[in-house]
């Protein structure tokens, strides 16, 4: 027997972008849906590093621009969800690190310097004196420079889990093979249909990150064009590995050398999570080569701290994005409207807030507004991913 519903909005893809855009259009009153198809979480959100980047990173490469104005509010609209007074209630995420850090080896110092003395650099960062350092820096091998950025680190399985929890009745697992579009032609919307389950939608909104393309050829969309960029991300536990850090290093290019935030395994293990150049110009290097690479930069970036009995293991994941003309990182979150259909990606997971209103932004603006629903759905619920170093079984002694 068919079960049939009537929808305001379907979306597709359950991480960061779509948990977040189904919380804000079921505030306003849309009848909506999100289906995943595998678990919540499990794309790239799962393995992000968890930072709500402020734009510190555009403003070293001298980069102040309208992207960066628009990440630099990000921090405050997050900071108000986490203290339960902002848009969605994140009061139950936990916090990693009140603050992402930023350092500097002696070798770099004197172009910080530099940096710092700008004013906008004074309004983002705060320098720290030697007793306030992390446990980590405190050593006196350590010789370059600290600062402290309005930054905050989270982590990414309670993020996901205060997401889902208010509207958990509504999100649901699916199976994209099975699941076949019908465009109804005009303001029509769209049918859905897998197996038995028939969903009428007068809007879908794709936030299924690199699953985006194949449901665009799927509905016979040609546009817009999707890029992927590898990271080759490198994970350490055990050994000296004791301390946490959040803090990005400071090379001799404005973008960072190298990115560790620290996370627990299934055992409640530290585990440090490797990212920055070292992730970028790992891609295509074996296993073997990029624990190595990894192995030997914190070894000379923290010298202090002995890694002889650290074991290691290594990721490999695509950032999924709109195309650019020449493949970099787009600036800005991402979204298009076209025959009903809203595609998005954020760039970043810190712009899931902006995505979010430029997504009910479009929504209003093609007069997709709230309606009262109507019919019966019979589909499971999704289950939520677990973090990558939760369930890595491959660490290996270097
Ligand atoms: C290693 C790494 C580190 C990062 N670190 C940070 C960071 O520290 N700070 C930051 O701001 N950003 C960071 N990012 C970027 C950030 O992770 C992404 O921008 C963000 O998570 C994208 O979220 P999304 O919800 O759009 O996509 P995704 O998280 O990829 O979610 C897409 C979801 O759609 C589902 N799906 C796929 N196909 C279908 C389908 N056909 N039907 C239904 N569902 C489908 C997938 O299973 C998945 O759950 C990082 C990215 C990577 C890869």
Redesign the pocket.
């Known amino acids: 027997m068919l079960n049939e519903s009537q929808l305001d909005i379907v979306i597709?893809?359950?991480?960061?972008?779509?948990l977040w855009t189904l919380n804000r259009l079921r505030q306003v009153g849309y009848n909506t849906i999100l289906?995943?198809?595998?678990?919540?979480?499990?794309?790239?959100?799962r393995?992000?590093?968890?930072?709500?980047?402020g734009g510190t990173k555009y403003a070293l490469s001298g980069q102040m621009n309208a992207a960066a104005q628009a990440v630099s509010k990000m921090p405050a609209r997050w900071r108000a969800c986490l203290e339960g007074e902002g848009e969605i209630d994140l009061s139950e995420v936990k916090i990693l690190s009140n603050h992402q850090y930023l350092w500097s080896t002696q070798k770099v110092t004197s172009r910080m310097a530099g940096f710092f003395a700008s004013k906008l650099m004074r309004s983002r960062t705060a320098s720290l004196k030697v007793a306030d350092y992390p446990d980590a820096f405190k050593s006196p091998k350590f010789r370059g420079q600290l600062y402290q950025l309005d930054e905050p680190v989270l982590d990414t399985a309670s993020l996901v889990e205060a997401l889902a929890k208010p509207y958990s009745d509504y999100i649901f697992h699916?199976d994209?093979e099975d699941?076949k579009f019908n465009h109804l032609g005009g303001e029509e919307g769209w049918l859905l249909q897998s197996g038995e389950q028939q969903i009428k939608t007068g809007a879908i909104v794709i936030?299924?990150?690199?699953?985006a393309e194949?449901?665009l050829l799927k509905m016979g969309q040609t546009t817009p064009s999707m890029q992927r960029r590898p990271?080759h991300?490198v994970m350490g536990r055990g050994g000296g590995i004791q301390h946490p850090i959040f803090a990005h290093c400071l090379g001799a290019s404005s973008s960072p050398r190298l990115t560790i935030t620290s996370h627990r395994d299934g055992h409640g293990e530290m585990v440090w999570y490797l990212?920055g150049a070292l992730?970028e110009s790992g891609v295509g290097k074996s296993r073997d080569e990029q624990i190595e690479t990894g192995r030997r930069e914190v070894s000379e970036l923290l010298p202090w701290i002995d890694f002889s009995k650290t074991e290691w293991s290594t990721l490999v994941?695509d950032?999924?994005e709109v195309k650019t003309s020449d493949g970099s990182r787009p600036e800005n979150p991402y979204v298009d409207f076209n025959n009903g259909v809203i595609t998005a990606?954020?760039?970043?997971?810190?712009?899931a807030p902006l995505l979010a209103d430029q997504i009910m932004a479009q929504l209003k603006r093609h007069s997709v507004m709230p309606s009262e629903g109507e019919g019966a759905l019979d589909l499971e619920h999704a289950e939520q991913a677990p973090l990558p170093w939760q369930e890595e079984g491959r660490w290996s002694e270097s």
Do not use: C
Not at 35 to 45: R, V
Not at 47 to 53: E, V
Not at 207 to 211: D, K, L, M, Q, V
């Open positions: 597709l893809g359950g991480g960061i972008s779509g289906l995943e198809s595998k678990k919540l979480g499990a794309g790239q959100t393995y992000a590093q968890g930072i709500i980047h699916i994209s699941l936030t299924a990150g690199e699953g194949q449901i990271l991300m990212g992730s994941v950032r999924a990606w954020p760039t970043k997971l810190a712009f």
